[in-house]
C-alpha cells in the first residue's frame, strides 16, 4: 500500500513539473539568440524541437508508473485468488474429516454384539458391545493366527471397519491444509474415542500401552489378541 501511495505521488510531480516546462519553455525562447534558431527554420519548429523531447520523457515516465501499478494490482489481485484458494482447499478438508468422523461414531454406535450375562444372551450396541467383544476374543479358544478363521467370528470384520476409518481420519487430518491447532483438535478427538471405545480396557490402566505376554509361535508381545486385530491396532497408534 506505501509503495502504491508512493508512486502515485511520484507520477503526480512528474505530471505537475512536465505541463510547468511545456508551459515556461515557449516562453523563454526569447532568451535565446532568434537570428541563430532562424537559421534552423521557424520559431514554430524551434519551440516543437525544444517542448517534443521533454513530452516524450514525459510520457515515457508516465506508462512506466502506469505500467507498475498495473502489475503490483494484478499482483495483488493473483495473492487474493491463491488465497481464496488455500482456503477453498481447507474447508473441503475439514468437510471431509467431519464427514469422515461423523461416519466413525456411527460405526461405533451401531456396532452390535451378542454378549452372555448371567446365563442369559443378549445383544448390547456402542462401546459396551466393544469392550464385551475383546473381553471374549481374548478367552476364546480359537487359532489365533488364522485369519480365516478370526474373519469368521461375529463381529471381527466390523471392528477393522472402525479400526481402519479412525486410521483414514488421522491419515486425512496429517495431510490435509488445517492449521496445526485444527489438527490437534480432531487428533484429541480421535484419541479420546480410541481409548474410551476401541482399546481393550488395559490401554487405560498401563502406560505401555498392550504390553502382553509374548507370543511363542511369533514371538509377537500380543498375548491372547489375534495378530490380525493387534497388528491394526499398533499401526493406528503409530498414526497417532
Not at 525544444?50 to 516524450?56: A, E, M
Not at 469368521?152 to 471392528?159: F, L, N, P
Request: aromatic share 8%; charged share 25%.
Amino acid at each position: 500500500m506505501e509503495s502504491k501511495n508512493r508512486d502515485n505521488i511520484y507520477a503526480k510531480w512528474t505530471l505537475i513539473l512536465g505541463i510547468i516546462l511545456t508551459l515556461i519553455l515557449p516562453f523563454s525562447i526569447h532568451l535565446f539568440n532568434l537570428e541563430q534558431l532562424g537559421k534552423y527554420g521557424t520559431v514554430g519548429d524551434t519551440i516543437g524541437g525544444i517542448t517534443s523531447p521533454v513530452s516524450q520523457l514525459l510520457g515515457s515516465i508516465l506508462i512506466y508508473l502506469a505500467l507498475k501499478a498495473q502489475l503490483d494490482a494484478n499482483k495483488i489481485i493473483q495473492n487474493q485468488v491463491n488465497e481464496d484458494n488455500k482456503q477453498s482447499l481447507i474447508r473441503h478438508d475439514l468437510e471431509q474429516i467431519h464427514e469422515l468422523y461423523s461416519f466413525f461414531q456411527n460405526n461405533i454406535k451401531s456396532f452390535g454384539y451378542e454378549k452372555e450375562t448371567k446365563g442369559k444372551r443378549e445383544v448390547v450396541f456402542g462401546k459396551r458391545a466393544i469392550k464385551s467383544f475383546f473381553q471374549d476374543i481374548e478367552e476364546m479358544n480359537i487359532n489365533i493366527h488364522s485369519d480365516e478363521d478370526i474373519l469368521k467370528i461375529d463381529g471381527v470384520r466390523e471392528i477393522l471397519s472402525i479400526i481402519n476409518s479412525a486410521k483414514l481420519i488421522l491419515q486425512k487430518n496429517k495431510n490435509s491444509k488445517l492449521e496445526n491447532e485444527d489438527k490437534e483438535f480432531y487428533n484429541t478427538l480421535i484419541h479420546h474415542e480410541l481409548v474410551f471405545s476401541i482399546f481393550p480396557a488395559r490401554e487405560i490402566e498401563n502406560e505401555d500401552p498392550l504390553s502382553l505376554k509374548k507370543c511363542t509361535m511369533c514371538e509377537i508381545y500380543h498375548g491372547n489378541f489375534p495378530p490380525l486385530i493387534f497388528h491394526r491396532i499398533q499401526e493406528l497408534k503409530n498414526e497417532l
